[in-house]
T-cell receptor
């Protein structure tokens, strides 16, 4: 079973601060996806990274896939209250069935 | 465009009662379909997935079953609910790989429904 460890589990910050959340595994993934989930709703895809070392930007969010395709990070610049939510990473491995991490719960205070 | 519908949104059921949650997808053909359970707003546990009509794979042995009577319909059921079945149930779909490689799923993302909050009392 491929496991994804996300850190930190909880993050509470003030508006305007920067933050980074991490997604780590001992397994190699063919691709990795980041989702954001708001309470009472299903997760929504933010980005998919496929190539080792790949960096993708989505407005104030920067996603990086590790060179060995075992880890990924999500960096948010100047966080806003609208960024509040549960951030989940999911990796697709040999069977391509996505495996999810436990998530990072982010609260951004105005 | 593709849409996914999941209902009901909330459900309160007594222990020992049956369960039926339904999920339908529109705007795509032959999708991969998934049922996940999420406890306490944390990570997602894969319960079942399906690559085609009548084809169900179970990831975790438990009190639940799934069926896919039509291409874009996925149903999660239980004959007798347990307290431990409480949770947030999410249905999702993804684009399948071409038919020749049905053993592999694509790297395409999952598209989730809005979930069903099940409370077993």
């Amino acid at each position: 079973t491929q496991l994804l460890e996300q850190s930190p589990q909880f993050l509470s910050i003030q508006e305007g601060e920067n933050l980074t959340v991490y997604c780590n595994s001992s397994s190699v993934f063919s691709s990795l996806q980041w989702y954001r989930q708001e309470p009472g709703e299903g997760p929504v895809l933010l980005v998919t990274v496929v190539t080792g070392g790949e960096v993708k930007k989505l407005k104030r969010l920067t996603f990086q896939f590790g060179d060995a395709r075992k880890d990924s990070s999500l960096h948010i610049t100047a966080a806003q209250p609208g960024d509040t939510g549960l951030y989940l990473c999911a990796g697709a491995g040999g069977s391509y069935i996505p495996t999810f991490g436990r998530g990072t719960s982010l609260i951004v205070h105005p | 465009s593709q849409t996914i519908h999941q209902w009901p949104a909330t459900l309160v059921q007594p222990v020992g009662s049956p369960l039926s949650l339904e999920c339908t997808v529109e705007g795509t053909s032959n999708p991969n379909l998934y049922w996940y359970r999420q406890a306490a707003g944390r990570g997602l546990q894969l319960l079942f997935y399906s690559v085609g009509i009548g084809q169900i794979s179970s990831e975790v042995p438990q009190n639940l079953s799934a069926s896919r009577p039509q291409d874009r319909q996925f149903i999660l059921s239980s004959k007798k609910l347990l307290l431990s079945d409480s949770g947030f149930y999410l249905c999702a779909w993804s684009t399948a790989q071409d038919a020749i490689h049905q053993a592999k799923f694509s790297n395409s993302p999952l598209h989730f429904g809005n979930g069903t909050r099940l409370t077993v009392t």
